[in-house]
Every structure is written in structure tokens, then in C-alpha cells.
């Protein structure tokens, strides 16, 4: 048994992708290893710190060290960056004065972050794995949210320096690992998608759908990736009903236009916990997943989650994931950014289409060909 040091932005009591996924981790390996977890006071995704935390605990024997940081959710660069900073200077001072295991497993983005855990941890012999997400500032450039100027220069030098120091990286996708070998050929990698690890609920027939319309969810983070606010500003409504859960930064604006629209069948729900989610998700026909653009090396961890849930799936992204969807017959596909090809694709759609035969199909495929136990095993090996 190994000590085993996780470094993570995110970490429960948030909630949403980015937390279950390192919780996720955490948990399975510390059925063979020792694991602890570094990460900031919970504040994601409201750039609020959250009542009713303890800055040291320990859950299902995972020690968490929760460490200051100066939360932001502002649409100013600076602002951003110096939230970033906050977290950054925290891991670099919380590693001077405490002792850290040899092994340890970095989480980018953020990208500052990683820079300074591993610019730290590198002269100390320490067995480094980066566990690469999304791949920043390239995904940055796809959202419109950097520009091709100095800072974009300055991130890509810094995603080079993590990807050199690391002895392993993993990677969500397929795309980021053919991205990172063009930078570190020689480098392990592991792929390591975001597959989930909850008992598949069972499928019950549906009583008749009455209203005859398709009732559409959309559950996750209300960011500028996700595009839910122009997502709702687009759908043709004929057909369907929308419901949303989950907070973030396009929150208030999707609130907003709802309140302004009252004759458009759209409900907002909020979060709620995770479980209880799941719970919820199984009186929906299907889930949309989209992505404001397409963006390289994202595979939304959604899709493995949902199927699991024998959830059908309108995939409105692109890319990586767009091809699971499809190979794996898990739903319906629109070519990222038409909402004309989207609302076409969904009218040729009837609530008959979404029976238990169909969700049943969905979640076999997904306990069959998205396994976790087997990629931790793999995990476990080079750890």
C-alpha cells in the first residue's frame, strides 16, 4: 500500500462533473492505497466559499486538506487570475511545511495550478501523474474566452513544462492523449475516461405520455462551454419540454429568460445533490448534451453518466464525443453549433420512440463498454 497525494480545484461538497470524477478517483484508489487529497475551500460553481465545510476531514477514509482561496466566478481575466494565484500560492505553501507522499496525482486544468505543483514536486523525486481534462489554453481559444496574443504564449509554455515533468499523464480522451504525445512522445499515458461507479438503477415502463411532448433535460453546469442559455434561446419548443438542473455562471441569464418567457415550456429545477439527480433524470424521455463549439479533446463525462441511467442522449457537441454517441447507439447526434440540423433532428422524434426497450438497450451497452473497475486496474498498475 502507497501513499498516494491527490491535487484538485475540485472536491466535495461541490457538486457537478469536475468533483464526482476526482471523488470518483480518490475512492477507488483507496481501496489499495493511503489517499489524501489537497484541494481549495468548496466554492465551485458559485465563486462563493460554502457554509458547513471542515477545512480537515476525512471521508470514506480519503484525508482531505482544504486550503484558502479567493474564489471567483467574474468574467474579468485578471480577476480569474488571481483566483487561480490564491490556490496556487496555498498548494505551494501547504507543500513547504508538510510532508508529501511520493506519489502524487496533479489535476490540469488549471493550468497555473498544476505549473506550481509539479514545478515544486519535480526536484523532489517524486513519481508525478498529471491527469489532463480538458486541454487548455486550446480549449481556451475554441470558446473565444483567450485570444492568439502574449498570455496565450505564456499558458502554452506552461502546459509544455506540465506535460515534461509529469512521468505519466492520463487523459479523458482520446484527442488529448494524440495531443499530448506531439509534445512528449515518449511519456506513459493512460487513457482514463470519466466512466461512473453507482449500482444502473432498473428500467420501468413508462405510464403513456399524455402531452405527446418530448420531455428534454439538460442536468450540469451553467457555463460558457455548455451554451445553454442560446440552447434555450434556440429550440423550436413544438415538440418538446425543456428542463435544466445545475447552477453556474449562465444561471441568472437562463433565469432570466425563462421569467421573460413564460409561454416557452422550459423549467429550471436547480441543483440538487447527485443522487437524488439520478433519481430525478429517470422521469425524463432523454438528456441533451451540448457544447457552445466544438472543442478538441472534450468528451463530456455526461454521456457515460446518463447511459449508465439507460437515459437516450441528443449529443449537440461534436467531436470525440459525438462519435461515441454514435458507435456505441446511445441517441441522437446534430452537428455542433446548427440549431437548425438540432431541431430538425429532434422533430423527426416521437415520445413513443423513447420506450424501455430503447433505455434498457442504452444502459446494457453502457455497463458492458463503460467499465471503471477495469481502467483503475490499469491505473493502479503504474501507480
Not at 483566483?83 to 505553501?93: D, E, G, H, P, T
Not at 506550481?116 to 480538458?134: P, Q, R, W, Y
Request: proline residues 5%; charged residues 20%; positive net charge.
Amino acid at each position: 500500500m502507497k501513499d498516494v497525494l491527490i491535487i484538485s480545484n475540485y472536491f466535495p461538497p461541490e457538486m457537478g462533473a469536475a468533483s464526482n470524477r476526482i471523488f470518483q478517483l480518490a475512492k477507488g484508489l483507496s481501496a489499495a492505497h493511503k489517499v489524501s487529497v489537497i484541494c481549495p475551500f468548496p466554492n465551485y460553481p458559485t465563486g462563493k466559499v460554502f457554509d458547513n465545510y471542515s477545512a480537515k476531514e476525512t471521508i470514506d477514509g480519503i484525508r482531505v486538506n482544504r486550503l484558502w482561496v479567493s474564489p471567483s466566478i467574474s468574467k474579468n481575466k485578471f480577476v480569474r487570475l488571481f483566483s487561480m494565484l490564491s490556490f496556487s500560492f496555498s498548494v505551494f505553501w501547504f507543500m513547504l511545511w508538510n510532508k508529501i507522499p511520493k506519489t502524487v496525482i496533479v489535476n490540469s486544468p488549471p493550468l497555473l495550478v498544476a505549473f506550481s505543483s509539479l514545478l515544486f514536486l519535480n526536484s523532489k523525486k517524486h513519481s508525478l501523474l498529471l491527469n489532463v481534462s480538458d486541454l487548455w489554453p486550446k480549449a481556451g481559444i475554441e470558446l473565444g474566452v483567450i485570444k492568439h496574443n502574449l498570455g496565450y504564449k505564456i499558458l502554452q509554455k506552461i502546459e509544455h513544462f506540465n506535460y515534461k515533468k509529469a512521468h505519466v499523464i492520463l487523459g479523458q480522451s482520446e484527442e488529448i492523449l494524440m495531443h499530448v504525445k506531439t509534445i512528449v512522445p515518449t511519456t506513459k499515458t493512460l487513457l482514463y475516461r470519466n466512466f461512473p461507479d453507482f449500482e444502473p438503477p432498473q428500467i420501468e415502463t413508462k405510464a403513456l405520455n399524455k402531452s405527446n411532448k418530448i420531455k428534454i433535460v439538460y442536468a450540469g453546469l451553467l457555463g460558457v462551454a455548455q451554451g445553454v442559455l442560446k440552447l434555450c434561446k434556440n429550440l423550436n419548443y413544438t415538440t418538446i419540454e425543456l428542463h435544466i438542473y445545475g447552477s453556474g455562471a449562465e444561471e441568472i441569464q437562463v433565469k432570466n429568460f425563462i421569467n421573460n418567457n413564460p409561454e416557452l415550456p422550459i423549467t429550471f429545477h436547480g441543483s440538487v445533490p447527485r443522487k437524488e439527480l439520478h433519481r430525478e433524470l429517470l422521469k425524463y424521455d432523454a438528456t441533451i448534451i451540448p457544447l457552445l463549439n466544438r472543442i478538441y479533446g472534450s468528451v463530456p463525462s455526461k454521456i457515460f453518466e446518463y447511459s449508465r441511467l439507460g437515459l437516450p442522449i441528443i449529443y449537440f457537441g461534436g467531436g470525440e464525443g459525438e462519435t461515441i454517441v454514435e458507435n456505441n447507439k446511445l441517441g441522437w447526434v446534430a452537428e455542433a453549433g446548427n440549431y437548425e440540423a438540432l431541431n430538425k433532428s429532434i422533430s423527426q422524434l416521437n415520445a413513443s420512440d423513447f420506450n424501455s426497450e430503447l433505455k434498457t438497450e442504452i444502459q446494457k451497452t453502457a455497463i458492458k463498454n463503460f467499465e471503471y473497475s477495469q481502467q483503475l486496474k490499469e491505473l493502479n498498475s503504474l501507480i
